[in-house]
């Protein structure tokens, strides 16, 4: 079998847990952010899960991770 390539765009986004799930970074973060309000600005500094519905797809694009 040949070795797998991983998608680097995905390897620059998302990290592994020490349970093995996938972090990752929110989105609607980078700009037009006057008309978001404070709280919502801050609760997209954090970083959350990737929902397991793609997990499947993670999985085949990140091969090593």
């Given at each position: 079998m040949p070795k797998v390539?991983?998608?680097r765009a995905a390897a620059k986004r998302f990290k592994k847990t020490g349970t093995g799930k996938l972090k990752r970074m929110k989105a609607y973060k980078s700009h037009i952010l006057t008309k978001?309000?404070?709280k919502r600005k801050r609760?997209?500094?954090?970083?959350t899960i990737t929902d397991s519905t793609?997990?499947?797809?993670?999985?085949?694009?990140?091969?090593?991770?």
């Open positions: 390539k991983t998608s978001k309000t404070t609760n997209l500094r954090k970083s793609n997990a499947k797809v993670m999985k085949k694009i990140l091969p090593y991770m």
